[in-house]
């Protein structure tokens, strides 16, 4: 077995990364109005290129910008989709962790003109980080799926006016995501990743109980989901490889969804048209491998079991038990590895250093080259 030249890598990495202080204080000056939003970029820019020649040094194969740019992982695209903007209400989405409790708050959304796209999301973006990676480096842009447009408000927060069929909704939704694609890979994309946390809370009854009760069908969303996800990337380019990622929530070291895959997996495994599946399985939370047994042949499954959440370093030896585990369901040849999700889903980021950070990506780095290499 050898490591891979195509995505996903035998090492790799969800995409955000914890912002630097020099950036966290930037964005609190533009807010501010002591700097200018060009000045602002300035800073970004410098702060992305260290963090490329930190995913380089630690042995990745690919490069994100670590979302330096972004406030969310998802919101910052999605309220850029035409017809689609923020509104007065707050909605609240309720994390725990180890410690405790807390809630995370932010604007709902409101889907009130057609859903279209009228610009290259991140295209500048995307394009900056691919001239500053080297040659043998892949410029990786990580984007929410369509999923997570509906996930959010469901059926409520699309106007009925504008929609009175919600089918002609998800038609709009993923022309403009089939567009999107399009263009980006005319930047020259060649890893395009779709994040998505819906596949996952979808697992968990609590979760699906939340759904029913504001109106929506929670035992057959994710066959919804599957179908316009695949509509979005059918027409693909050649040489374009896309992956999903999926986990239970992501907030500063908390979470808000637990379960195994065992709900969607069949459908997910062996429907969903990606070439990867990054999936969480950093602790129990995340169910056992035997889901694993519905993924097809040719399809990839990176296994998040480094945890993000903490900056304790797990051991080399513990990560090639679990990889031996999950070899029972599928071969060793189809499995990379990864953290189980971003290390800064949003601005905040989760509990641990930077070192801690460099430390986890570089066990993974080392680790792969270990069993594959």
């Known amino acids: 077995?050898?490591?891979?030249?195509?995505?996903?890598?035998?090492?790799?990495?969800?995409g955000s990364l914890l912002r630097p202080a020099?950036?966290?204080k930037a964005r609190e000056q533009k807010a501010t109005g002591?700097?200018?939003?060009?000045?602002?970029r300035a800073i970004e820019d410098e702060a992305i290129r260290d963090v490329i020649r930190m995913q380089r040094n630690v042995g990745m194969r690919s490069a994100t910008d670590g979302e330096f740019r972004r406030t969310s992982w998802h919101m910052d695209f999605?309220?850029?989709?035409?017809?689609i903007r923020p509104t007065d209400e707050k909605i609240q989405v309720h994390f725990r962790n180890d410690q405790g409790e807390l809630d995370f708050e932010s604007a709902a959304l409101a889907i009130d003109a057609p859903v279209r796209l009228t610009e290259t999301i991140f295209g500048d973006d995307f394009t900056f980080l691919a001239n500053e990676v080297d040659d043998d480096v892949t410029a990786k842009l990580t984007i929410p799926s369509p999923s997570m447009v509906h996930y959010r408000g469901g059926r409520a927060a699309i106007d009925p006016k504008v929609y009175p069929d919600e089918e002609q909704f998800w038609a709009d939704l993923c022309a403009a995501y089939a567009e999107q694609v399009r263009r980006v890979a005319d930047l020259g994309c060649r890893y395009l990743q779709l994040d998505d946390t819906s596949l996952a809370y979808l697992n968990d009854p609590a979760q699906r109980q939340l759904l029913n009760e504001r109106g929506d069908d929670a035992e057959h969303q994710h066959l919804r989901?599957?179908?316009?996800i695949n509509a979005a990337i059918a027409d693909r380019p050649a040489g374009l490889a896309v992956t999903t990622h999926m986990c239970?929530?992501?907030?500063?070291s908390s979470w808000a969804a637990e379960g195994g895959y065992d709900f969607v997996a069949e459908a997910l495994f062996s429907e969903l048209a990606v070439d990867g599946f990054f999936l969480e399985y950093d602790d129990e939370r995340s169910g056992g491998f035997a889901p694993l047994r519905f993924v097809p042949p040719g399809k990839m499954v990176v296994l998040g079991l480094v945890t993000t959440k903490k900056g304790a370093l797990e051991s080399k030896d513990t990560l090639k038990r679990r990889i031996d585990e999950a070899a029972k369901y599928v071969p060793l040849d189809r499995i990379?590895?990864?953290?189980?999700?971003?290390?800064?889903?949003?601005v905040e980021g989760n509990v641990l250093t930077y070192d801690e950070e460099v430390a986890k990506l570089r066990l993974i780095a080392e680790t792969a080259e270990e069993i594959w290499g």
């Open 78 to 83: 999605i309220y850029r989709l035409g017809g």
């Open 34 to 40: 002591e700097i200018s939003a060009d000045e602002l």
């Open 248 to 252: 239970r929530g992501n907030f500063r």
């Open 22 to 24: 020099l950036l966290l």
């Open 225 to 228: 989901y599957i179908r316009q």
């Open 336 to 346: 990379c590895l990864s953290p189980q999700c971003g290390f800064s889903s949003t």
């Open 1 to 14: 077995m050898t490591l891979r030249d195509t995505p996903p890598f035998r090492a790799d990495h969800v």
